[in-house]
């Protein structure tokens, strides 16, 4: 089946540095979604990718498709403590009507 | 707008007793729904998903079964829970089948 694979596991920074994770699928997508989980909290949609290398920014927050549509990135610009909390990507194929979620990345920024 | 209510927000429950988590979704027809565990490792498994009425596809093989009784409410139970059932559950509805899942806020389940 699906596999949605997430790099890295967790992740520890200074407020003010970069952060990025990375997501690879086993199988073509047809989108990738990221989602943010605060501790203690449930996980809220970020944004959506449908286009081989779509490129799509949120203020400090830039997430890439990849040409081949098997992986994604979000990288986060000068983290803010507000940033704290696990990013997961969500991978589709068309040949599946529901979402594999990889295990996500946690970040923990501190000021 | 929509929104989407989920209860009891914590439970503690003994081995071997019954199960029922209810999920409603407000501001909506019609709406996908998803039934998600995450455990320790914080990675999100599906458990079951509907598209319509009475329409309930499993993901994973257990001891958990899922009822979509009206339109918008969503209900996770089981006969006897087990030690391994503990964790969040999450439900989750979406508009299609290729567009974003709006969570709700989720049951923490401990068995003991």
């Known amino acids: 089946g699906q596999q949605v694979m997430q790099i890295p596991q967790y992740q520890h920074v200074q407020e003010g540095e970069d952060f990025t994770t990375y997501c690879n699928s086993s199988t073509t997508l047809s989108n990738i979604q990221w989602y943010k989980q605060r501790p203690g909290g449930h996980p809220v949609f970020l944004i959506q990718?449908?286009?081989?290398?779509e490129v799509k920014k949120q203020k400090r927050l830039t997430f890439q498709f990849g040409e081949a549509k098997k992986n994604s990135s979000l990288h986060i610009t000068a983290t803010q403590t507000t940033d704290v909390g696990t990013y997961f990507c969500?991978?589709?194929?068309?040949?599946?009507?529901?979402?594999?979620f990889g295990k996500g990345t946690m970040l923990l920024v501190s000021p | 707008s929509q929104t989407i209510h989920q209860w009891p927000a914590t439970l503690v429950q003994p081995v071997g007793s019954p199960l029922s988590l209810e999920c409603t979704v407000e501001g909506t027809s019609n709406p996908n729904l998803y039934w998600y565990r995450q455990a320790a490792g914080r990675g999100l498994q599906l458990l079951f998903y509907s598209v319509g009425i009475g329409q309930i596809s499993s993901e994973v093989p257990q001891n958990l079964s899922a009822s979509r009784p009206q339109d918008r409410q969503f209900i996770l139970s089981s006969k006897k829970l087990l030690l391994s059932d503990s964790g969040f559950y999450l439900c989750?509805?979406?508009?299609?089948?290729?567009?974003?899942?709006?969570f709700g806020p989720g049951t923490r389940l401990t068995v003991l």
């Open positions: 969500a991978g589709q194929d068309s040949g599946y009507s529901t979402l594999t």
């Open positions: 990718l449908v286009k081989s290398g």
């Open positions: 989750a509805w979406s508009p299609g089948q290729y567009n974003e899942q709006f």
